[in-house]
């Protein structure tokens, strides 16, 4: 063995080792703190994971900005990112490594979803159109558009107890339903109003949550049939209708735990009541990005912001606090279904 072939075999084991700060294929070198995160403590520790094969050869997704992920409902070790301008990328490794979707825009991919029962099907949302893979991301087609350049698909939703349903939001306001996988489709409301999550209950998918940029929650029982706006529920409680994210807890299905400008709020009973969160910043410096609970204990609750993660392990009585592993802004948390030490952070530079 040459002293060429040597220095090849020990640059490979770095880099397959340390998380890949170089990119291969006529691209510089790029790795300044994006892309995804992962701890396997509940967030003591933070491990970049950016090694990105290009045509067998290792290269990196250190400089993406996160602007969507999904979990496979089928499978905890993959995941899909949907980056700022860059595309859609997956792992089938619990983010050891990562493969780019080439057969996709490399555009902003701002939802992604993937069907519960046909871990193969996956959807994705480019600006004005949703698109829809049947062979684990080789091919895609387009499924939806808006004749509108300016309206964004914001989210889609799939329903786990009949995969045909979709549901996609859009900016505009509209909340859209297919009930033959992408194939035909109708729109159910329109909250006059950037709708920005779309969730299922995770054990009655007919009842539905929709959150709204910045008129409030919305409730549906009925599979999306009739819609109660929820803000009467809400409105003791200063900037609700200020949205940041939402989570419902696996292990407890009518608790639902609403992230707002000023703080956060959590419902046991799909939104009817409504208590506070203390937090351990005070409401003015608080602005959180996103929010997770553990799918096994709802009492694990996380959020992110643009500087620090926070971990209540007690839900919500005593916080602890994580500077975040790079100067870019914490934007998505994932924590697996069946491992809740896990937890997989995407990031975004944000001005």
């Known amino acids: 063995m040459t002293?060429?072939?040597?220095?090849?075999?020990?640059?490979?084991?770095?880099?397959?080792?340390?998380?890949?700060?170089?990119?291969?294929?006529?691209?510089?070198?790029?790795?300044?703190?994006?892309?995804?995160?992962?701890?396997?403590?509940?967030?003591?520790?933070?491990?970049?994971?950016?090694?990105?094969?290009?045509?067998?050869?290792?290269?990196?997704?250190?400089?993406?900005?996160?602007?969507?992920?999904?979990?496979?409902?089928?499978?905890?070790?993959?995941?899909?990112?949907?980056?700022?301008?860059?595309?859609?990328?997956?792992?089938?490794?619990?983010?050891?490594?990562?493969?780019?979707?080439?057969?996709?825009?490399?555009?902003?991919?701002?939802?992604?979803?993937?069907?519960?029962?046909?871990?193969?099907?996956?959807?994705?949302?480019?600006?004005?159109?949703?698109?829809?893979?049947?062979?684990?991301?080789?091919?895609?087609?387009?499924?939806?558009?808006?004749s509108s350049l300016t309206v964004e698909i914001t989210a889609i939703a799939v329903d786990f107890y009949n995969s045909a349903n979709i549901y996609i939001g859009t900016s505009k306001g509209e909340i859209i339903k297919s009930t033959d996988r992408g194939g035909t489709w109708r729109t159910l409301n329109r909250f006059n109003n950037s709708l920005q999550k779309i969730i299922l209950n995770p054990t009655d998918s007919r009842t539905i949550m929709a959150a709204t940029l910045d008129k409030g929650l919305f409730r549906s029982i009925d599979s999306g049939e009739t819609w109660e706006d929820l803000k009467t529920k809400l409105k003791a409680f200063p900037d609700y209708n200020k949205f940041r994210d939402l989570a419902a807890s696996v292990s407890e299905p009518s608790t639902y735990i609403l992230a707002t400008k000023t703080g956060l709020l959590r419902t046991i009973n799909n939104g009817d009541d409504w208590t506070k969160i203390n937090l351990i910043t005070s409401n003015d410096r608080t602005l959180i990005n996103s929010l997770a609970i553990n799918p096994k204990e709802s009492k694990e609750i996380y959020y992110v912001t643009n500087t620090t993660f926070y971990r209540s392990l007690d839900g919500g009585v005593n916080w602890a606090t994580k500077k975040l592993p790079t100067a870019r802004a914490g934007w998505k948390l994932l924590v697996s279904p069946d491992d809740g030490n896990i937890i997989y952070l995407g990031v975004r530079a944000v001005k």
Not at 9 to 38: E, H, P, R, W
């Open 3 to 146: 002293k060429k072939h040597v220095l090849l075999i020990m640059l490979t084991v770095v880099l397959l080792t340390s998380g890949c700060t170089i990119s291969f294929g006529g691209g510089q070198a790029v790795n300044d703190g994006g892309g995804i995160y992962k701890s396997i403590n509940k967030g003591e520790i933070w491990t970049q994971k950016t090694l990105l094969t290009v045509q067998g050869r290792p290269g990196t997704i250190g400089a993406l900005n996160i602007a969507s992920m999904a979990l496979d409902p089928s499978d905890s070790r993959a995941l899909y990112i949907g980056s700022v301008d860059n595309g859609l990328f997956y792992t089938y490794d619990g983010a050891e490594s990562w493969q780019a979707v080439n057969t996709l825009p490399k555009a902003t991919i701002k939802a992604a979803a993937v069907d519960p029962q046909s871990k193969c099907v996956i959807y994705a949302s480019l600006g004005n159109k949703a698109y829809k893979s049947t062979d684990c991301s080789r091919n895609w087609t387009q499924i939806y558009f808006d």
